[in-house]
């Protein structure tokens, strides 16, 4: 079955960054898009960064300027550069990949941003 497995998470003061990466096995598909979703407690999921196999990418407007997302399109890998963390950066990190007839999950990630 597919796993999709996501690393890199943890406590960091404000200002500060991270990397977190997402690799995908047991898939025969290549990705055509992946992506990074975070939800904080009491929140709704929101999309922090896609990307497609092309190397188009988007960003959600409250990460926009500070993360940046790249891929490794071979291995089904995909990273996400945080940079600038702020406290409001704080999330469960998910992994998204979507292949035909399904949606694909990591079982998320905790990033903290605190002093």
């Known amino acids: 079955q597919v796993q999709v497995v996501e690393s890199g998470g943890g406590l960091v003061q404000p200002g500060g960054s991270l990397r977190l990466s997402c690799a995908v096995s047991?898939?025969?598909?290549?990705?055509?898009?992946m992506g990074w979703f975070r939800q904080a407690p009491g929140k709704q999921r929101e999309v922090v960064a896609i990307?497609?196999?092309?190397?188009?990418?988007n960003y959600g407007d409250s990460v926009k300027g500070r993360f940046t997302i790249s891929s490794d399109i071979a291995k089904n890998t995909v990273h996400l550069q945080m940079n600038s963390l702020k406290p409001k950066d704080t999330a469960v990190y998910y992994c998204?990949?979507?292949?035909?007839?399904?949606?694909?999950w990591g079982q998320g990630i905790r990033v903290t941003v605190s002093s």
């Open positions: 998204h990949f979507p292949v035909p007839g399904n949606d694909y």
């Open positions: 047991g898939s025969i598909y290549r990705f055509a898009t």
């Open positions: 990307i497609s196999s092309g190397g188009s990418t």
